[in-house]
Structures are given as structure tokens and as C-alpha cells.
């Protein structure tokens, strides 16, 4: 029997949660709204909007200038990009009426748990073994640093694997046979 596809899992993820969550809020809005009252409900979901927001845009705010830090010194801002996409989903997840939704995007604003979550990700990416990162050099992003050795210019033919001679390797470079002719 053949292995399930994991796109199909997070797919599937995906779908129930956009069907369990919503059911899951509403029974909770209704189990709140009987102990507190309608009206004190609709204002605490307000107010915990209104405090997302505040959060929201400060933390956005202080990772951009962080990312800015880190590009001006000539590296590449993997962090605080991870910290803008957390940031991102709790906002608009702060902005959904709900108190499950309130509470997970309160916790994407916590920075110890943005880093936890980073690790588990990154760990899970590279068991994938469908992950790679590379990068060379420092100065990606300021043209004035670069020298005329960053680029190199050239032309190419796409070969696809039946047209390509057996002793050329994947860069159609001869292969160590063909170095002694």
C-alpha cells in the first residue's frame, strides 16, 4: 500500500480546522455569553480585537526595524521574517471574533513561543529532506558593495536527459574520462 501523500494531510488539516474552529467558537461565544452576559461578551471580543490591534501593529513595527537592522549590516533577516508571517497570522487572527482565535493569536505574539514554534518548524522542514537553504556571500542587497566578480554572464541551452551525451555530468562538463583524451 502506498504512503499518504503529506500535502493531502495538510490539506485535510487545513479544512477541519476551518470547520471545527468556527463550531468551536460559536459554542464557546454561547457558553461565555450565558455566564457573563450578551452584551459584556460582544465587548470583551471587542476589546480583545482592539488590544490585538494595539500589539499587532507594535510588534510589527519594532521586527521591520529589526529586518532593516539586519539587511543594513549586510545579512539576510530569515528571523524576522519568520517573526513578521507569526506577527501577520496573529493579527488577523486577533481580528476574527472568538476566544480560540483571541487566545492563539495572543500566544503568536509572545516572542519566546515565535522562536519555539521557529525551531519546531525548521526541525520538521529539514526531516522532510524536501528542504534546502543555501546563500553565499554578505552583500545581496546593496548594489554599491557589490564588485563586478558577483555577476556572471553567460549563455545556456536546456539539454533534457535523453539528448545529453553519456560521459557530460549534469552541467554537460566532460566527465574525468574525457580530461585524459
Do not use: Y
Not at 521557529?118 to 545581496?140: D, K, N
Amino acid at each position: 500500500m502506498g504512503r499518504f501523500n503529506p500535502n493531502v494531510k495538510v490539506v485535510m488539516i487545513i479544512l477541519l480546522a476551518f470547520i471545527v474552529v468556527p463550531i468551536a467558537e460559536i459554542a464557546l461565544l454561547i457558553h461565555v455569553g450565558g455566564l457573563i452576559g450578551t452584551w459584556e461578551t460582544i465587548a470583551l471580543v471587542v476589546l480583545t480585537a482592539v488590544i490585538g490591534t494595539a500589539l499587532f501593529r507594535a510588534q510589527g513595527t519594532r521586527v521591520l526595524l529589526r529586518a532593516q537592522d539586519v539587511m543594513a549590516q549586510g545579512g539576510f533577516p530569515a528571523k524576522e521574517l519568520f517573526d513578521g508571517v507569526c506577527i501577520l497570522v496573529a493579527g488577523v487572527l486577533l481580528l476574527t471574533p472568538g476566544f480560540i482565535t483571541d487566545g492563539l493569536g495572543l500566544a503568536l505574539l509572545v516572542p519566546g513561543l515565535r522562536v519555539w514554534i521557529g525551531r519546531l518548524l525548521w526541525q520538521a522542514a529539514r526531516r522532510s529532506g524536501q528542504f534546502h537553504v543555501h546563500m553565499e556571500g554578505t552583500s545581496w542587497h546593496d548594489p554599491e558593495r557589490r564588485s563586478p566578480d558577483d555577476v556572471i554572464e553567460g549563455d545556456f541551452t536546456i539539454v533534457s536527459p535523453d539528448e545529453r551525451e553519456p560521459e557530460q555530468d549534469r552541467l554537460g562538463k566532460p566527465g574525468r574520462d574525457n580530461d585524459r583524451r
